[in-house]
């Protein structure tokens, strides 16, 4: 018992020495904290110093590249004048011989204009042109099939001043003659409708002799390559009449009931062409003075040209739509058809001498305020496109019949040609009803809508369901009101609206459909020959160059029947235009940007870019690289490989142009993040030309210099149209 007893007295005291010895001293704190303090300052002298060694070595580094870099641009700088004048014999030399060789053409061209014998006026010579349209104007009594066979002659001589206006550059054909061209083209295309009308108006005379024995009505269909005129006139009066059906054209109308009993012929011209649109304030873009970027000087040169001092597209003929304000007043001149149902104002016969364009009003323009300021329903045709054509779309009134008299043919004439007949009106509704009716008694009443089917043209395509615009005569616009209950069977291609009266229609899609572009790729497909791949979000197209024409070679997976289009070689300028007559616009406008995201580049560098391509095409493929959105305004990115055919991602390399010179760049299609690093071990050039000449092959630049000028201008050309640079 007292043996444990002092046992727990022992591990008390045990137990009490034990935490009197853990806890530390005041003077072990304190040697604890000097210790501490130490080892932080030690700690931070470290850091200090690694700091110090990783910023002398990030200075060093930085000195070594800027005396490398120093040491290139002296290099480049020493060799500019050798390789600009080496790159002006291979490009400026090729594109000026192949503007000789264009002028050259249209001298011969107009030379053999004035030598053809076939009997057909030459459209840039007004004494010819004014007697020709004399003549038809005073010609009566023209049944439709020698209005439709005359027809052709005249759309000829309209595609002939349109493809003199796109053709030519604007200081060879002169504002003057510019003028005169689109005044005549205007002329022609009014008294092409109006010799329409007066041929409707003759056929009509003899409804009577030509009706139907099952429906006692007449409906008859007269058609060429061109045009298709489709009347029915009401001979009968049958007040359970609902509509006819053109088998032929497959076309369609419902016929309100108000106008069963009347002495009415409904009327459908279907011209594959648009001589509406170009009357439209929205079909050029609003004059405005061009922007010049802050801090960017407005006479800046490429490399290239600023030895030479001349400009990068001297040579290049300006197209219709980017000419500039003051030669847009002074080039285009309006004329109307007969779309009120009055008579046009007389041809105008010889040209008095001096300026062309006086005493005609021009083509109106919106400014830039009237364009953000459209009415909901009228169509911007700088956004909008017409495709397959008018449909003028007529109730008109059925003129008195021939009778035959003793065999004679009389039949009486009234003053003001073929008439329109008025519908919707308020009488026509009392008429038909048979009773008076109050102005309170015409609240909630409507005229019946106008039923309209038709079958959407075989040779355009529709991307989207087509809309329906209708033709405003008075502010000379089209419009979507008064159109309702639209239907599209894409797969039998059939289209059904209604509209509140007979109007002139056309069927409209977004003009922008294909921008920007996914991606693109130009590559050698031979001597002198080239293709050039498009992939929208639409579809895929190829186009092929060969020599000093191109064509559209592909388009996938579309319905429509192009073979008018696809296969047939011409110039960049007629495959723009008809590519984009059938909907496929891949050719961006002066103010496209307005309309679609733009990945904007400095003009003349982008130019510029344009033409290296074009140089090194015959051997080299150029594709679109995502970096191209990342090297900024004054830089563009493009990848490039030698030859053509498959192949894999390690064999393109991806170049920077600018405005002081060409690099190769480190970063990869499959980098993290864009960088503006040097590949390594190269060199800084005047040129892409020269750039990536220190990479190929001998072959591929041998076969530069033996490229024919005309197919680097057909390249160039197409690649200045399709603007892949900056909208991809």
């Known amino acids: 018992m007292i043996k444990k007893m002092k046992a727990r007295k022992s591990s008390k005291g045990t137990s009490a020495s034990s935490r009197k010895k853990g806890k530390p001293s005041k003077v072990e704190k304190q040697r604890l904290q000097k210790e501490e303090e130490e080892r932080r300052q030690r700690e931070e002298e470290e850091a200090r110093f690694l700091a110090e060694q990783i910023e002398a070595a990030r200075l060093e580094k930085e000195r070594l590249e800027r005396e490398e870099l120093e040491r290139l641009e002296a290099k480049q700088r020493e060799h500019r004048e050798e390789e600009l004048g080496e790159h002006r014999a291979l490009l400026e030399e090729k594109l000026e011989a192949a503007a000789r060789w264009k002028k050259d053409l249209r001298t011969r061209s107009k030379w053999d204009r004035y030598m053809l014998c076939d009997g057909s006026p030459d459209p840039t010579v007004p004494q010819e042109i004014n007697t020709f349209m004399s003549l038809w104007s005073d010609e009566s009594e023209e049944d439709v099939e020698s209005t439709l066979r005359r027809s052709c002659l005249v759309l000829s001589l309209i595609a002939e001043l349109e493809s003199l206006l796109a053709d030519t550059p604007r200081d060879e054909l002169g504002e003057a003659g510019a003028a005169e061209y689109t005044h005549t083209t205007r002329q022609l295309q009014a008294l092409l409708q109006r010799k329409f009308d007066d041929a409707t108006e003759l056929l009509l005379k003899s409804a009577a002799a030509l009706s139907d024995i099952d429906t006692g009505n007449m409906q ?13 006139a009401n001979l009968n009066k049958n007040p359970r009449f609902r509509g006819h059906h053109f088998q032929e054209e497959e076309m369609a109308f419902d016929l309100p009931k108000p106008l069963a009993l009347s002495n009415i012929a409904v009327r459908i011209l279907h011209t594959d062409y648009d001589h509406l649109s170009c009357l439209s304030p929205t079909f050029l873009p609003p004059a405005k003075e061009p922007e010049v970027p802050e801090g960017e000087a407005r006479d800046w040169r490429p490399a290239e040209e600023e030895d030479d001092g001349k400009p990068a597209a001297e040579s290049d003929p300006a197209p219709m739509e980017e000419v500039t304000s003051e030669e847009r007043k002074s080039v285009l001149s309006a004329a109307t058809g007969r779309e009120d149902g009055n008579e046009p104002e007389e041809v105008e016969r010889e040209s008095p001498a001096g300026d062309p364009s006086e005493g005609r009003s021009p083509t109106p323009t919106l400014n830039e305020a009237e364009e953000e300021t459209l009415e909901a329903d009228v169509l911007d045709l700088r956004q909008f496109s017409s495709l397959g054509g008018v449909y003028y779309f007529d109730v008109l009134v059925l003129p008195p019949q021939r009778k ?127 293709s050039l791949t498009i992939a929208t979000a639409c579809t895929d197209i190829r186009i092929e160059v060969k020599e000093e024409q191109c064509r559209l070679a592909a388009v996938s997976g579309v319905d429509a029947d192009l073979t008018h289009v696809t296969g047939r070689w011409t110039t960049p300028l007629r495959l723009k235009a008809e590519m984009r007559r059938v909907g496929l616009n891949v050719f961006p406008a002066e103010d496209s940007g307005k ?95 020269h750039m990536v000449r220190d990479y190929c092959s001998p072959e591929a630049t041998a076969r530069l210099p033996s490229s024919h000028p005309l197919f680097i201008a057909c390249v160039y050309e197409l690649l200045s149209a399709t603007r892949l640079l900056s909208f991809s």
């Not at 008859?220 to 029915?232: D, H, Y």
């Not at 038909?432 to 909630?444: A, F, I, P, T, Y």
Request: some cysteine; hydrophobic content about 35%; glycine content about 6%.
């Open 404 to 530: 035959q008299v003793n065999g004679w043919s009389m039949v009486q004439l009234l003053a003001g040609g073929l008439q329109k007949f008025p519908y919707p009106q308020e009488s026509l509704l009392s008429c038909s009803l048979g009773v008076s009716l109050q102005e309170k008694d015409m609240e909630g009443l409507r005229s019946p809508p106008v039923g309209v089917s038709i079958k959407v043209p075989h040779n355009v395509i529709f991307f989207e369901d087509p809309q329906v615009a209708r033709w405003d005569p008075e502010s000379l616009n089209w419009k979507t009101d008064g159109v309702m209950n639209v239907g599209y069977k894409a797969e039998a291609r059939e289209l059904t609206f209604s509209m509140d009266a007979f109007s002139t229609f056309t069927l409209v899609q977004e003009s922008h459909l294909h921008m920007p572009y996914e991606s693109w790729e130009l590559s050698p497909r031979g001597h002198n020959e080239a």
């Open 220 to 232: 008859k269909v007269v058609r060429n390559e061109t045009v298709s005129l489709c009347i029915w």
């Open 595 to 689: 309309y679609v995201s733009v990945n904007k580049k400095n003009e003349q560098v982008e130019t510029m870019a344009y033409k290296e391509m074009a140089l090194l095409s015959p051997s080299f493929t150029f594709a679109w690289s995502k970096w191209n959105h990342s090297c900024g305004h004054e830089q563009i990115v493009v990848k490039v490989r030698e030859g053509s055919g498959s192949c894999s991602e390690d064999d393109w390399s991806l170049y920077m142009l600018s405005p002081q010179r060409t690099q190769r760049l480190k970063v990869s299609e499959s980098s993290e993040r864009f960088s503006a690093e040097l590949y390594e071990g190269s060199e800084f050039h005047s040129s892409l030309y």
